[in-house]
């Protein structure tokens, strides 16, 4: 993640994380694009689990109330009205009351249908990735993300974890993964005969992998909100439909959902008329035009198996005025 979300809660830095402060991409056909920062940008690579009991334990410490081993499945409603919401605890059915609710509970959420502002994701709208920590020597520099785009549209990644230890791994839509098998897909990623020579060096052990679902197609604008409800994350799309990246877009828009609810309080009103700024909130129409214009350069970088790209970065190698431009194009904010 960016180091914008490190200056948003700097408790981050008591994580061990590692630095970042650079970027090399490849095509489908290997032409290579590398970008280094000179500003005091960088990112930031931590474990999730840690990150996420710092981020829970920031919001217990401002003052919010946890509730764990709560598995939220329905809403509490009354008259057609959403009161709160229904959790399975292991000592039975709980009800939680509230004036806004804000639904955060990811890529799978339950909610989110329920409240019939969406429905179930449809196949097309979803990419499957698959990675894993792995641990053995290489040839990585440790300033660098590596991301190698495929012919299909999806990319594999490489991100570096300290001297020996690397985040390596792969996704693509899921139609793709239907015919190709996602393992197998993996497989062929780790062990590229390109990957194995000018990065992998030897026999490497798996410290732990996992596979995952991201939406794919952009903010989802006509979900955002309704009658005392907001959605936030990945309940609403805010993932890029190129990177897959989603916490950084997250965090932006529960800025933007906690800060129109504050205002909504203070004027007693939960109605959508007023929790409508949400989607007209700075950030998240920011967020909202980046991502459409992503959704555009995703297609034009995989018509005909990935030719624009590969296009793209070798003429970026040969020529430096266009190679800037090229930087603009996947670096710019």
């Known amino acids: 993640m960016s180091s914008e979300i490190?200056?948003?809660?700097?408790?981050?830095e008591k994580l061990n994380i590692a630095r970042i402060t650079g970027s090399k991409i490849y095509s489908a056909n290997l032409h290579s694009l590398e970008r280094r920062r000179t500003d005091n940008l960088y990112s930031v690579i931590v474990d999730r689990l840690d990150f996420d009991d710092l981020i829970r334990n920031i919001a217990v410490n401002k003052g919010a109330e946890l509730?764990?081993?709560?598995?939220?499945?329905?809403?509490?409603?009354?008259?057609?009205k959403k009161l709160?919401?229904?959790?399975?605890?292991?000592?039975?059915?709980?009800?939680?009351?509230?004036?806004?609710?804000?639904?955060?509970?990811?890529?799978?959420?339950?909610?989110?249908?329920?409240?019939?502002?969406?429905?179930?994701?449809?196949?097309?709208?979803?990419?499957v990735s698959k990675c894993a920590i792995m641990e053995g020597e290489n040839k990585l520099d440790y300033d660098l993300f590596y991301v190698f785009f495929q012919s299909y549209m999806g990319y594999g990644w490489i991100f570096p974890l300290g001297k020996k230890r690397f985040n390596i791994g792969c996704g693509s839509t899921t139609e793709i993964a239907s015919k190709v098998n996602l393992n197998k897909m993996f497989d062929n990623f780790i062990n590229n005969q390109y990957i194995k020579t000018h990065y992998l060096t030897s026999d490497y052990k798996t410290i732990w992998s996992g596979s995952y679902?991201?939406?794919?197609?952009?903010?989802?604008e006509k979900s955002l909100f309704s009658d005392n409800l907001l959605c936030i994350g990945d309940v609403a799309g805010f993932v890029s439909p190129i990177t897959g990246e989603g916490i950084h877009q997250s965090m932006y828009s529960a800025k933007a959902a906690a800060e129109v609810a504050v205002n909504a309080l203070e004027k007693e009103d939960y109605s959508k008329d007023t929790l409508k700024a949400y989607r007209n909130h700075p950030e998240v129409k920011n967020l909202r035009r980046v991502f459409k214009s992503l959704l555009r350069l995703r297609d034009f970088f995989f018509e005909e198996n990935g030719k624009n790209l590969n296009e793209m970065l070798e003429r970026a190698e040969n020529d430096l005025e266009y190679r800037e431009k090229a930087l603009n194009i996947f670096f710019a904010k």
């Open 6 to 12: 490190v200056a948003l809660y700097p408790e981050i």
């Open 67 to 80: 509730f764990d081993k709560n598995l939220s499945y329905d809403f509490v409603k009354k008259e057609g």
């Open 84 to 127: 709160g919401v229904k959790t399975k605890t292991p000592e039975g059915i709980k009800e939680y009351y509230g004036k806004i609710i804000i639904l955060a509970d990811g890529m799978s959420s339950k909610l989110a249908i329920k409240s019939e502002l969406r429905s179930k994701w449809e196949l097309k709208d979803i990419t």
């Open 213 to 220: 679902p991201l939406a794919i197609n952009g903010i989802l």
